[in-house]
């Protein structure tokens, strides 16, 4: 009984850490090229380099690479799936915003739901592999650790990974206890492998753990039933890469790079510069120092060179007691080696690491208790519960202080962490809370022509709906001018524009059109409202400065009091 009170304090402290603030940090990382095409289920983000089948087929398209001549409409398999990654995490952020609307929250808020669940599945797996004390060692670290934290907190698709990893292992290691968990683990593995590619390493891991150590049920009925459910899972995508390939010849952009074809649409890679094995084996340790506190990364040291006093004193009895999780360990080494140690991709060895500290400490437990077994109950357990208290502490201190509070305080590493810089406030979420206010029951007036035939659909019923609601027509634009990082913009500016029909151009675009078709051309079209964003980064230019002459800006700052854009509403 005592132990369900210490879990439900875990799970407790687990959700604090992941949904307070939730919505604080700017969007700036990979999260907006998921959150933007999951609002619509679009496959389009404005990527030049990186073009996708929507823009191929589009009927107002000749495209050139493949000579596609302007189809009569979208195939239907592009539905199924994205051009870059599998569809399920923009399926689940999809729901999430027609819940909770266009909003850093409504993107955030499933990874924080799935990150607190990661947590009671590493309890589940550590007490099923170990004890309940190294299961709850470990819930205690996951829930307070700062890389676990930290990808919990971003719309990013790791979080889903971590978590499908998690609850395929722990059905995996039932089904040897229970073969109907077969059939579950086909399940889980299929929904990971839907969400993101990486998940596919678990059937490695299975296969070779099944192959050494339970190669009997390589005949059972239900290993292969939970086979084929995962095929029947992931089918939308290879529906998908079946089509893609036969109209255009090649898979899609992933698996297109993985079978080294090289398409024109995608001689640019973007993601995929990660450098020579040299390079990857030399950013590992300092990508895991500037993604997880100094106290956690020597905890997990310790447990490496306890573990390997282990096995050089017990050998093969270490090995099978320790079997999966070294597996899992070698497993995913080299899959960070083939993809490249990058931050969010650490994160799914973050779970594993946590596990290996757990066992550590529970083995300081035990020695403090055979060292003070003739004292009193409580004193022959304090120091290891000391210990990992404090442990603890720092651990939701760093978290806190990098993740939850606007800007973190003291050094690095020892008290911040360049994990703050995956969601640092800039000041981009005051722009748009700016632009949120401005156009709250209004719809845009008139709107730019748009290239695609898609686009234009998704805005006229964007426009439709805003009619229904009796929204006000406001003849209004925005025009950008300096630095904006491409993400956010994105999310806070190109969004209005690409869903709602809002007209937003940059400053030289906004320019040209003048010199093309005259100095009156926005009041002959009926423009009445202009918005023009200057980032703070940037001295504007002489025609920039004659352009708002006698104009008082409106500063928008970041929550440090910083001045981050000036908006001059004209």
């Given at each position: 009984m005592k132990n369900k009170y210490w879990l439900i304090l875990i799970i407790a402290l687990a959700a604090s850490l992941r949904l307070a603030g939730l919505s604080r940090g700017d969007t700036v990382n990979d999260e907006v090229f998921y959150g933007f095409r999951a609002i619509g289920l679009m496959d389009f983000d404005e990527a030049g380099e990186q073009t996708t089948p929507l823009e191929w087929f589009d009927p107002r398209q000749n495209f050139a690479p493949h000579n596609l001549g302007g189809q009569a409409s979208i195939p239907w398999w592009t539905s199924l799936s994205f051009h870059d990654h599998p569809p399920l995490v923009f399926w689940i952020q999809h729901v999430f915003i027609l819940f909770f609307g266009e909003n850093n929250f409504a993107l955030r808020f499933p990874s924080a739901l799935l990150g607190i669940a990661s947590v009671y599945l590493l309890y589940l797996?550590?007490?099923?592999?170990?004890?309940?004390?190294?299961?709850?060692?470990?819930?205690?670290?996951?829930?307070?650790?700062?890389?676990?934290?930290?990808?919990?907190?971003t719309g990013m698709q790791e979080s889903y990974v971590i978590f499908f990893i998690l609850l395929a292992s722990y059905f995996f290691l039932r089904s040897l206890e229970k073969e109907n968990y077969f059939i579950l683990t086909g399940v889980a593995f299929g929904l990971g492998m839907l969400a993101k590619y990486n998940s596919f390493i678990l059937a490695p891991i299975f296969f070779t753990y099944l192959a050494l150590l339970r190669r009997d049920y390589f005949l059972n009925k239900k290993l292969w039933l939970g086979a084929?459910?995962?095929?029947?899972?992931?089918?939308?995508?290879?529906?998908?890469?079946?089509?893609?390939?036969?109209?255009?010849?090649?898979?899609?952009?992933?698996?297109?790079?993985?079978?080294?074809?090289?398409?024109?649409?995608?001689?640019?890679a973007p993601g995929k510069d990660i450098g020579t094995l040299k390079d990857r084996l030399e950013d590992f340790i300092p990508r895991l120092a500037n993604t997880h506190s100094w106290l956690f990364l020597a905890s997990f040291a310790f447990a490496a060179i306890a573990a390997l006093k282990a096995f050089l004193s017990r050998g093969r009895t270490f090995l099978k007691e320790n079997f999966f999780l070294l597996l899992s360990f070698i497993f995913l080494f080299?899959?960070?080696?083939?993809?490249?140690?990058?931050?969010?991709?650490?994160?799914?060895?973050?779970?594993?690491?946590?596990?290996?500290?757990?066992?550590?400490?529970?083995?300081?437990?035990?020695?403090?208790?055979q060292i003070l077994r003739q004292s009193a109950g409580w004193r022959r357990i304090w120091p290891a519960a000391f210990i990992f208290g404090a442990i603890i502490l720092f651990e939701v201190f760093y978290s806190v202080n990098n993740q939850i509070i606007y800007y973190p305080l003291g050094s690095s590493p020892w008290l911040s962490s360049k994990a703050r810089y995956e969601n640092?406030?800039?000041?981009?979420?005051?722009?748009?809370?700016?632009?949120?206010?401005?156009?709250?029951?209004?719809?845009?007036?008139?709107?730019?022509?748009?290239?695609?035939?898609?686009?234009?659909?998704?805005?006229?019923?964007?426009?439709?709906?805003?009619?229904?609601?009796?929204?006000?027509?406001?003849?209004?634009?925005?025009?950008?001018?300096?630095?904006?990082?491409?993400?956010?913009?994105?999310?806070?500016?190109?969004?209005?524009?690409?869903?709602?029909?809002?007209?937003?151009?940059?400053?030289?675009?906004?320019?040209?059109?003048?010199?093309?078709?005259?100095?009156?051309?926005?009041?002959?079209?009926?423009?009445?409202?202009?918005?023009?964003?200057?980032?703070?980064?940037?001295?504007?230019?002489?025609?920039?400065?004659?352009?708002?002459?006698?104009?008082?800006p409106v500063s928008i700052f970041n929550p440090r009091g910083e001045e981050a854009f000036k908006i001059y509403k004209l």
């Open positions: 797996i550590g007490a099923g592999l170990y004890s309940q004390r190294v299961g709850l060692a470990a819930a205690g670290i996951f829930a307070a650790t700062l890389n676990h934290v930290y990808i919990s907190r084929f459910l995962s095929l029947v899972i992931f089918s939308p995508v290879i529906i998908y890469n079946i089509g893609l390939y036969r109209q255009v010849g090649h898979f899609d952009f992933q698996l297109s790079y993985i079978f080294k074809q090289r398409p024109d649409v995608w001689k640019v080299f899959l960070l080696l083939l993809i490249g140690p990058s931050y969010r991709f650490l994160t799914m060895l973050t779970p594993f690491m946590v596990l290996s500290a757990a066992i550590f400490f529970d083995y300081l437990y035990r020695i403090f208790y640092y406030n800039w000041g981009y979420n005051a722009l748009g809370d700016f632009f949120s206010k401005e156009f709250e029951e209004k719809m845009p007036a008139m709107r730019f022509d748009v290239r695609y035939r898609f686009i234009e659909k998704i805005q006229e019923r964007s426009l439709a709906l805003a009619r229904q609601r009796g929204f006000e027509p406001y003849p209004a634009m925005i025009v950008t001018y300096g630095n904006f990082d491409r993400g956010a913009k994105l999310w806070i500016l190109d969004r209005l524009h690409i869903y709602h029909g809002w007209p937003v151009i940059n400053l030289d675009t906004y320019f040209d059109y003048l010199a093309k078709n005259g100095f009156d051309y926005y009041k002959q079209v009926g423009f009445k409202h202009y918005y023009f964003v200057l980032s703070s980064n940037i001295v504007p230019s002489g025609d920039f400065q004659a352009l708002v002459q006698g104009v008082r």
